[in-house]
């Protein structure tokens, strides 16, 4: 690899992706890709914390493979790999959980919202998820972990881990930094914008999904919940037009104030078309790559393998140090 800083991020593979994940993390990945030796991981393992239909798992891997590829990840460039094909991520999670206290994964935000959504499934891995995250991120000594903003409190246990394990060991690990993008790292809902845009949302209307035709894609920003001021203005008092803005700002690549100025006095009608078939021209392209891409399984189980080889090689570089720092033996190979 170059001697370049070491980026690392990764989705869960759990059902059509979202306008959401793409702002908050796909685009960013694309755009930093070249200034790192970046690392882009499905987090196969992370979606077990709620029921997963195996067969439905087993597709969607291969859709979010698909997917990174037709948004302008680089395979040859890059490492893509799926989290359970390095098992030094399971590993490593395990040491990590002795230094870990429950206090502090009982108070996370996301443990808290889940185990809300799916009470009757409040499993252990539910709540001990930020330290696998913890575990996908220190394996490759990262600096850089581009995330949306919901991510960030399990980046602040991951780092708080990581200085907790230095300490006590010897310094072992980078200390990771977030990149949160000042626009987009939390895209709403377009039915309830107080509420972050989920594809779990059981009001579809309420999320652009990757896999959205035109049409429709249109018709839901059509349906988009405003107010009834009619200013086309950003503003905390205006959350609904302000998402709007941010979603076309960063589709169209203007500024906010840029797209405040292109639609001064439109209305509203107008205005979501235009945010609309914005949306529309980007999420088409990829679409239509993705689903070509899915046509060439051999392609994307190579694309996973050789990624995995690639992680496999850091990743265990790290896992040997640190049994190593602990105490543990190393196995002689006879
Ligand atoms: P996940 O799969 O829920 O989401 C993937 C990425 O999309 C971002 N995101 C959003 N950004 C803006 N607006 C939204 N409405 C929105 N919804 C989701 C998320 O912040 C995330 O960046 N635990 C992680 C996956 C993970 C990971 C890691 C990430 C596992 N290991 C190591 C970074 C590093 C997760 O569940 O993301």
Redesign the pocket.
């Known amino acids: 690899m170059e001697d370049k800083k070491v980026l ?5 593979p ?1 059902g059509i992706l979202t306008i ?2 793409y ?3 796909l685009k960013n990945f694309k755009k930093l890709q070249n200034d790192y030796n970046s690392i882009f ?1 499905l ?1 196969d393992l ?1 979606t077990l914390t709620v029921s997963q239909d195996p067969a439905t798992l087993r597709k969607n891997i291969y859709e979010l493979t698909a997917l990174y590829i037709a948004c302008g990840l680089d395979p040859e460039q890059s490492i893509i790999f799926a989290q359970s094909h390095v098992s030094a991520h399971t590993e490593l999670a395990w040491v990590l959980n002795t230094i870990c206290y429950p206090g502090e994964l009982s108070r996370m935000t996301q443990f808290k919202d889940k185990s809300r959504k799916h009470e009757d499934n409040i499993n252990m891995g539910l709540m001990d998820y930020p330290v696998l ?1 913890a575990s ?2 220190l394996l490759y000594q990262t600096e850089l ?1 581009p ?5 960030k409190q ?1 980046l602040e246990l991951t780092r708080d881990l990581a200085i907790r394990f230095n300490n006590k060991y010897s310094e072992t690990f980078k200390i990771p930094e977030p990149y949160v993008a000042k626009t ?4 709403m809902s377009l039915q309830d914008p107080t509420r ?3 594809k779990s949302d059981e009001n579809i209307n309420a999320f652009i999904s990757m896999d959205d035709d035109t049409d429709t894609i249109i018709r839901k920003f059509k349906r988009a919940v405003t107010d009834s001021d009619n200013r086309i203005i950003f503003s905390s008092e205006k959350p609904g037009i302000s998402n709007l803005l941010t979603i076309y700002s960063l589709f169209a690549n203007k500024t906010i104030e840029e797209a405040e100025k292109e639609f001064e006095g439109a209305g509203y009608g107008d205005f979501k078309l235009k945010v609309g078939e914005a949306v529309a021209s980007v999420i088409e392209p990829i679409r239509l790559e993705k689903n070509k891409l899915l046509q060439n399984k051999d392609y994307l189980d190579e694309v996973l393998a050789n990624g995995a080889n690639k992680a496999e090689r850091l990743a265990y570089k790290t896992l040997a140090k640190v049994y190593r720092k602990i105490g543990l033996v190393p196995r002689k190979r006879i």
Do not use: C, E
């Open positions: 690392f991020s990764a989705i869960q759990s959401g994940n702002l908050g993390a991981s987090a992370h995250m996908d991120i972990v995330i949306g903003a919901d991510q399990h987009g790292a939390r895209v972050k845009m989920s």
